[in-house]
């Protein structure tokens, strides 16, 4: 069994949300199986940034991606969250 890859667009409520410990967050709150393998900042207008986040699932898990978005939308600090594109990794 492979990994599938989700990268994902998290955005936070205002500009007054520390990204990096936003990130903490969503690393420690990861269900299991799922790894965080990179994070990028995005501006979005106005000195307010998104995280993108890249993170790897297993390939056989039950819902796609909605586990992980619902995740991390019940974190505090995230406005909105949204799959920006999911690959397969391996063959």
């Known amino acids: 069994m492979t990994d599938i890859m989700a990268v994902v667009k998290v955005f936070p409520e205002g500009d007054e949300v520390n ?18 393998v990179r994070t990028d900042k ?30 991390i939308g019940t974190i505090q600090g995230v406005s909105h969250v949204e799959v920006v594109n999911v690959t397969r990794l391996g063959f």
């Not at 990204?19 to 965080?36: A, N, S, V």
């Not at 995005?42 to 619902?70: C, H, K």
């Open 19 to 36: 990204l990096d410990k936003l990130t903490e967050e969503i690393r420690d709150k990861l269900p299991q199986g799922y790894r965080l």
């Open 42 to 71: 995005e501006p979005i207008a106005y000195g307010l940034n998104a995280l993108v986040l890249f993170i790897t699932l297993p390939e056989q898990t039950e819902g796609g991606t909605n586990p992980l978005e619902d995740t």
